[in-house]
């Protein structure tokens, strides 16, 4: 028998101690303010009557210290610029999500082996996001776009830039990017066309409101965070 | 040992947000409807008469109270009873009824109490839907910039793309769920927006969620609660002179990643008739069923309950159907996966009218996730409750609205699932 530690650290990007401690502190669970309100409450609607409820205001925070497992080779890859995804010695799936075992039922969970993947795909499903999350909402309308990258057995969600969210379809060819500055998590990845997009069909109607939905999501973005 | 399973009451805490009402309140106030229900039905039996707990609750993270079925359990007066909780996404509160189902089946418990229930109003809504989308893989799903909204939406864009469905498909799903709503007086969709008819212009005038939905194609969040006392065929008789019964369960499951489904192997082959439908304007993967388009868990769930049920012919034997719908779309994918058509015709159900209240196969008689409402651990306890009173012709008692009961009804079928689709089960409910 052997110990497994103890634990080298190649190369490390710390967090800023001081900023987490003081929201961590902040963070603790008493309430910091309350309000006392009166409503209509009941189990049914056949049957309601006058409540009051106090109501306090109560924060807490967290900071998790994540290992990516035998799939970290994927992230450490993003941080060079690099896109990896596993491959099954048996079957020849390539997976992007990887997996570290090959989930083929007739392969018993074999251990994969990394290739390099080319940063090339396709579109096989698509979304516009009018309201997306709150750190991504200046980027709204924001297309998320299911991407097959070439010669993998699955799709890698990511979202789109410098691209006509009226004009994503699926099957448009796309470029795959990685952030100049990679943090080490799937946001470091985003796509854009490699050819002119031809958009899907849509009645007058239905263009008409999408172009409605996409200038109120704009404007929303302008008042909110200012021209850009 | 009998394999029949009764319901001898159901009880639903309408659905809100906010309720403001604390989570054992609103369990109290089922479990007490219940006992109203039931009145030889003593809480200080079950430890003698052997009975247990089955309890459904999604979220730990919602309130930041984990094990809330122990405070559930205490609350209720149930110290000493055998009790467990179940917890399955979405899914949770069909996997609740179908596990107390099997326990009764089993013969270990002559009756199971099942108590469903979750608060959702105690974080900012977006907070609220993080926690909803941690549901998905955090590494490769949540941090990828999509919302959960997102995620089904791109579903909806391949079913669009691949069998033609429109936004008016959509939009009339909605209304037809608002419009059930609207006598339901455990429904929060009127207890927030009163009690008129909407339309299909009114489906157009909510917001855009995630192209192609909007906001009132989406499932409510809410609180709530509800409760269903089930038991085994010799006590349920003696129990109520009215019993409906669970003739058949049934739940399957598909990968956690919706974008690891076109080529997986494990499909293949698994149902052909289906990969033969594909059209010709689409490359298909390498396992055209189920892709995106439809949800694969909801078939293999469907399939087992109709097989324990022996049900041959879904479509004539099934009178009423309620779907977990926390999308609109998921009501046409949905009858595709549960054998009432084929792939791809969910839309002509819908257009044909076949799915309406006094249509040929009712469906969403609740207003169900988009107009019900979506109290996570109650939503599937609650629509398992609506078909049960349909069942046992107790709409008029129970809404206070006759005239949306329905007649010569005799089996029901409902749905529950979590994820995009990465657990999914199913009851058949019988006269
Ligand atoms: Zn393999």
Redesign the interface.
Known sequence: MKQPGPEKVIKEQKIDEKWWKDWERRGGWRPEGWKI?E?N???????LKP?K?L?VHRP?GNLFHHS?GKVSKFFTGLLEGKLYGTKCPK?G?V?C?PRAHC????CRLAETQWVELPKKGEV???????????S?AHLQP?V???I?IDGT???????MRDVD?EKV???LRVNIHIEKQPKG???DVYATPAEEPKP?KR?PE?LK??RE?ME??RAWVKKTFGAK | MTKKVGIVAGS???FDNP???LQEE?CA??VR?ILDDVPELELGDFVKKGYACCYSYFSDILE?QQCMHWIINDYLGLSAVPCFRVESGGATPIDAIINAALWIRSGMFPAVLVVGWEKMDELPI?KVN?AIAIAG?T???F?????Y???Y???E??R??VYGE??EDLAEVAVLCHNNSLEN???QW??QHGFSKIMVEDV?KS??????YRLHECAMTSEGASALFLANEELTKKLTDNPIWITGVGFGSDTM????R?????WKGLYPEDEKIWPKH??PP?SPYPD?CNFGALRVSARMAYKDAGVKNPRKEINLVEIFDPYAGVVLAGLEDFDFCKRGEGKKLLRDGVIQPFGELPCQLSGALTAQGHAVGSTSIAQVVDVYWQLSNQIGKKW?APSRQLSNIKKGFIHGHGGTGCQAGAVVLEV
């Not at chain 1, 409450?41 to 049957?47: A, H, I, K």
């Not at chain 1, 989930?103 to 007739?106: G, R, V």
């Open positions: 309100i409503i409450d009941g189990p049914t609607l056949n049957d409540e409820f109501i807490h990516y079957c799936l997976y999500p989930f083929n039922p007739k096989h499903a698509h979304t516009v996001m009018a309201i997306a999350w709150p991504m924001l998320g776009a299911m097959r057995n699955t799709c890698l969600p990511m979202t969210p379809n699926i099957g998590d799937l946001l899907p009645t239905e409101r999408f939905d109120k999501t | 639903i805490s309408r309720r403001h009402t609103m106030e089922a409807m930041q977006q993080e893989d590494d490769w799903d941090v990828s910039g999509f919302t909204n997102a995620f939406a791109t579903m864009a391949r669009m793309h429109t936004e007086p455990y429904a009127p207890a157009y917001r855009l969620i995630s192209w192609p990643r919706a974008g690891d076109p080529d997986n192997p494990a689409v490359p390498m995106l206070g």
